[in-house]
Each structure stands twice: as structure tokens, then as C-alpha cells.
């Protein structure tokens, strides 16, 4: 595929396989990713997702790092113009982590911060966050059970998150 970025090119599969004290480790795929990404804490997963983010230049980030330079001379940006998928969509179907399965996209990062959907897909439940906090606070509800009440906004999801 190329020119345009896929519009689902940010849809990814979160696998957390283990949960130990206030941490989890895991694996999450993307389409677009060769093969899977290991982290072995909640921190390095969210920088990993990060760096992912910025190597396709989306979504964009509402805030940039800017410098100065001489008059004329523009940044170097990474503009891909080939997008190669190396999975099929069947691959969230397949895929499934040991403690519990999330489906996710970050739509915008603004002020700052992701903006977005999950799905925990062993329950069907879908929410939309407006934060990392939101994210994680989400993600600790399932993994550390929580109270359905106590999260906000989980609603039943027969479609995936998308």
C-alpha cells in the first residue's frame, strides 16, 4: 500500500501477559509492524507506543519540539509515501494475552496527551479515553478487578474498537 496513511493504521492489539505488583508485561502487534513488540513494564510499553507513533508521524502530535536554525533550512521530516501490511485482521482474533486482551487506537494526540478507544475483548466492552491516565486507569480496572462501576463509561461493544 501506498501514499496516504491507512486509517487503521493506529489500531493495535495489547496481549498482557503478566501482571506482577503495579506492573504488567506483555507483547502488542500491529499491522504495520513486522513482528511483535515485547515491554516489560506499563512505562516501557507507553514509550514504545510512542516511538511508534512518531516514526509514522501519526497520529500527529498536537505539540512539537522546535529549535532554532538558520533562515530557510526546514526540518528533516520522516515522510513514508510505502505502507507495508505484515498481518491479516485475523490476527486479532488469533492473538490473545495470558491475563487479558485489549484492542486499542489512539485517534489524536493532543494537548499532550492520546485520544481514543479500547476494547477489552474478552468482555466485549469498549471505552473511549481522552488521556494516558484515562488508558491506564482503564487498563487497571481490568487487570487488577476493579469494580465495573467503578469505570466510568465501559459500555457493551459488539463491534471492534474502530
Not at 58 to 71: G, I, L, T, V, Y
Not at 83 to 110: C, H, M, N, P
Request: glycine share 6%; net charge negative.
Amino acid at each position: 500500500m501506498s501514499g496516504n496513511i491507512p486509517g487503521m493504521i493506529t489500531k493495535t492489539l495489547l496481549c498482557v501477559d503478566n501482571v506482577s505488583g503495579a506492573d504488567i508485561s506483555g507483547r502488542f502487534y500491529n499491522l504495520y509492524l513486522e513482528k511483535p513488540v515485547l515491554f516489560e513494564t506499563l512505562h516501557e510499553f507507553l514509550d514504545k507506543m510512542e516511538e511508534f507513533f512518531d516514526a509514522i508521524s501519526f497520529p500527529q502530535n498536537f505539540f512539537d519540539f522546535r529549535c532554532f536554525r538558520e533562515e530557510g533550512k526546514e526540518p528533516a521530516r520522516n515522510v513514508r509515501t510505502e505502507w507495508k501490511k505484515y498481518w491479516s485482521d485475523v490476527l486479532f482474533d488469533v492473538e490473545k494475552g495470558e491475563q487479558a486482551t485489549f484492542i486499542f487506537q489512539v485517534q489524536y494526540r493532543q494537548s499532550a496527551e492520546w485520544q481514543g478507544s479500547l476494547t477489552w475483548v474478552e468482555q466485549k466492552k469498549q471505552f473511549a479515553f481522552r488521556s494516558a491516565l484515562d488508558f491506564i486507569r482503564l487498563l487497571d480496572a481490568v487487570l487488577y478487578g476493579e469494580e465495573e462501576g467503578a469505570v466510568i463509561g465501559w459500555s457493551e461493544s459488539a463491534a471492534d474498537a474502530g
